[in-house]
């Protein structure tokens, strides 16, 4: 048998709360309507531009609108990032600066703002779902509670806290104060707890079988016992009324004690 009891590998772990069991995938803005950053629309619009005809002024097909929005991508979305970067090349501003490449740039940085507002619309969806459909109420707001500790300033013997006295608490993630209200009014003075302990009362029930079979199993011994186990006696009475009745110990004596001596011969009968 291996005694070794050693753990060589141990494994701490502080326990994860419900929130933290939640998967990122559940999150209502884990996923957006259009995730598309300038980069894939100005591929698309390259894209897209192949696929359209262009008509010249007889009225004619003549290409498509491709190169219009000809040039490298990367180069673009550079230029709307910090056009002063391409202060050193007049040549490559010039074409990015066209006017209707200006146009079509900022038409994507305005994108952006109804792409943060597509990021809400699940949430959105959910809430009415929840709250207008299944008719579901949030729960009311529980405040927080604390156990305070209080301490006399030197010289003080006593001092009176009202119910409802603010503790201030510092301040949230958000800047914003915490405070906690006394529940009660509390005198405060020089009372301390020395030490606290715990009682603990392990209650075993033992019958007059169980008794008798520890004992010396002597009729004399029993009948002692059972006198204690019938009605509540005083000091000094031998054997009580059991119920405002008069108790005939020898029919228990015989009856109860036979039960348990021979409790085969009982069970045949």
Do not use: C
Request: net charge negative.
């Amino acid at each position: 048998m291996n005694t070794n009891k050693k753990i060589i590998h141990q494994i701490f772990r502080d326990g994860v709360s419900q929130r933290g069991r939640l998967l990122r995938e559940l999150e209502p803005d884990y996923v957006s309507v259009d995730e598309r950053d300038v980069y894939d629309l100005l591929t698309f619009v390259q894209e897209y531009a192949t696929k359209l005809n262009y008509y010249d002024e007889s009225n004619r097909i003549n290409g498509d609108w491709s190169s219009f929005f000809a040039g490298d991508v990367e180069q673009m979305v550079a230029y709307i990032n910090n056009p002063e970067n391409f202060a050193d090349e007049p040549s490559t501003q010039r074409q990015l600066a066209q006017p209707h490449l200006v146009l079509l740039f900022t038409f994507l940085q305005l994108l952006r703002y109804p792409q943060q507002q597509f990021k809400a619309l699940t949430q959105r969806y959910l809430d009415f779902y929840y709250k207008e459909v299944l008719q579901l109420r949030t729960k009311e707001e529980v405040p927080d509670k604390i156990h305070g500790i209080f301490e006399l300033a030197q010289g003080e013997e006593a001092h009176l806290i009202n119910k409802g006295t603010l503790l201030s608490a510092g301040q949230d993630s958000q800047g914003v104060n915490i405070n906690y209200a006394t529940d009660e009014d509390i005198v405060v003075n020089q009372a301390q707890v020395a030490s606290i302990k715990t009682l603990f009362l392990e209650k075993n029930y033992i019958g007059l079988e169980e008794i008798h079979n520890q004992d010396n199993k002597s009729d004399q011994s029993f009948e002692t016992r059972l006198r204690w186990a019938v009605g509540s006696p005083n000091q000094g009475d031998k054997l009580p009324d059991f119920n405002g009745e008069s108790v005939d110990i020898d029919y228990l004596k015989d009856t109860i004690y036979q039960g348990i001596k021979n409790p085969e011969q009982i069970s045949e009968e």
